[in-house]
Every structure is written in C-alpha cells, then in structure tokens.
C-alpha cells in the first residue's frame, strides 16, 4: 500500500533517508555529480522550508520517490525548480510520471507560470519525463535544461489538486488499519485493547502511523500475542 502526499517540512528526514538510499549512479545523476553522504544530509538540512515543496511516494512509512519543488527566490519568484528521484527497484513503474504531475499541479496552483528541470545530456529517462509535460529543452553542453510552461490555475486543475488530497487522505486512513506484520503472517491476536495513554504520550502515532494497532512482545503477567495501540502500552 503507498500513499503519494506532500511532506510536512518536519518530515524533511524521511527525504534524506530517500536520497541516501539513491543508488550510485542515480544519485550522480541526481545531483549532476558524484556527492558523499554529508553533502546530501547537508542538502537537505539547508532547505528552505518556505520555498519548498516535496510530493513524495511512501511506502510502509519510507519515502520511495520524490519530486523537490523549489521556488526561485524574487524577482524570479513565478518560477521552480524540479528534481524528480525514484528509488531503483520503484522505477519504470509510472511513480516519476506521477510525482511530476502532481508537482507540477501544485506550482501551476500556486501561480508559479515556469518550471525548470536540470539534468546531464545523458538522462534519457528524465529527458524522455521532461519531454511528456511539453519541456522545452535547451542543451548546455553536458546538461540539457527542460522548461514547462504553466497556464493560470482554473477549476479544473484545482479541483485536481484537492482529488489529489483527498486520495491521500485516504490512503493515510487505510494505511493506519494495514495489519502488523505478526496478523500479515496470520497471528491472530488474542484480544484487542486500545490504551488511553498512547493518546497522550504520542499522540496515537506509532512509526507515523497514527492509531495503528500492533502486537508487542508480552510482559510478565501478559497474555501472549496481545494487540495494544501505542507505545506506551
Ligand atoms: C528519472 C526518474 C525520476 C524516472 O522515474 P521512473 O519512476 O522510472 O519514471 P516513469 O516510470 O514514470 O517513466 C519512465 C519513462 O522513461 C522511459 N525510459 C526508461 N529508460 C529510458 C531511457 N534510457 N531513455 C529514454 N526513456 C527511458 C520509460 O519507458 C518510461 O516511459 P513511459 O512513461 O513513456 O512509459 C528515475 O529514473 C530516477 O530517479 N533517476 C535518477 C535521478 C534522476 O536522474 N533524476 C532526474 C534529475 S533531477
């Protein structure tokens, strides 16, 4: 089960975690060079929380693939950048595609009227996305710039936006009530109990998932294969 929805800026690490994952050459391809761990980490600690926007595919709580809307600063402030990643066994599924709609349903939403892509001349895949949304390209030399022009927001794209939301919605509701590995492999709890406490002590949030029930390993006077709610329990 995936959900595809934006990141809320304090999830920014489930982004990291996503780039570190990258594989070599997609990470080069990425960030149009070779870069070490610290520099992605220290990418994604500088940005800015206010200008960005990641649209992000998650599976079982890890980001899988991800588009990064960066606006430009002003007087440039109608424009963004984006950079599109898919974790390698994801691709070739229609996730990139996906992403980019989204983003770039967001940027049309919010006025934006250009998008930019960079990547090396050698990206196939990505020049062949860029090419898909009408990208304007214009070769650098070793890197070919791709730009999709915007029309105004109208009814349609904004109520595309909130189908959008609405499907993520959701997809977080469902995700919440997905089994626990021990009940996916057909343990059957033997009682279900909800504490109180979890509410208070995290929110109900267990791993991002909020409410989500799982088995936990008995303590002395407990019943085995108990499903409780939280942590706290
Ligand atoms: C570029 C990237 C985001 C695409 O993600 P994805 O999920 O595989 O994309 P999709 O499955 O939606 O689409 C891939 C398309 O490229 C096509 N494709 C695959 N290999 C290709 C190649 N070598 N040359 C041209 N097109 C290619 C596929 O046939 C597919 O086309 P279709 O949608 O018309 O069927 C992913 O490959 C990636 O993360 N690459 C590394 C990071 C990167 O290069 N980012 C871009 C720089 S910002």
């Given amino acids: ?32 060079g070779q870069i070490g761990d610290d520099a992605v980490a220290a990418y994604v600690a500088a940005l800015d929380r206010f200008r960005s926007t990641v649209v992000a595919w998650i599976e079982d709580g890890q980001v899988r693939g991800a588009a990064e809307l960066l606006r430009f600063r002003a007087p440039a ?19 990139g595609s996906e992403l980019m ?24 895949r990505m020049r062949h996305l860029a090419d898909k949304f009408h990208g304007r390209m214009i070769d650098t030399g ?13 009814a349609w ?40 406490r979890a509410e208070h002590l995290d929110g109900g949030r267990i791993g991002g998932r909020r409410g989500a029930l799982r088995t936990t390993t008995p303590r002395a006077g407990e019943r085995p294969g108990r499903c409780v709610r939280g942590r706290a329990a």
């Fill in 101 to 124: 709609r989204r983003a770039l349903t967001i940027a049309r939403n919010r006025g934006l009227d250009q998008v930019l892509m960079v990547c090396l001349a050698e990206n196939g």
């Fill in 77 to 95: 402030g109608t424009r963004a950048e984006l950079a599109v990643t898919v974790e390698r066994a994801w691709q070739d599924r229609g996730i």
């Fill in 1 to 32: 089960m995936h959900v595809i929805r934006t990141l809320l800026p304090t999830e920014f690490g489930l982004l990291r975690a996503h780039l570190l994952r990258l594989d070599p050459e997609d990470r080069r391809r990425r960030f149009a």
């Fill in 142 to 154: 070793g890197e070919v710039e791709a730009s999709v022009p915007l029309l105004a927001p109208d």
């Fill in 157 to 196: 794209s904004l109520w595309q936006e909130a189908i959008d939301q609405g499907a993520a919605a959701i997809g977080e509701a469902l995700e919440q009530w997905k089994p626990s590995p021990a009940a996916a492999k057909g343990v059957r709890p033997a009682q279900a109990r909800v504490d109180p």
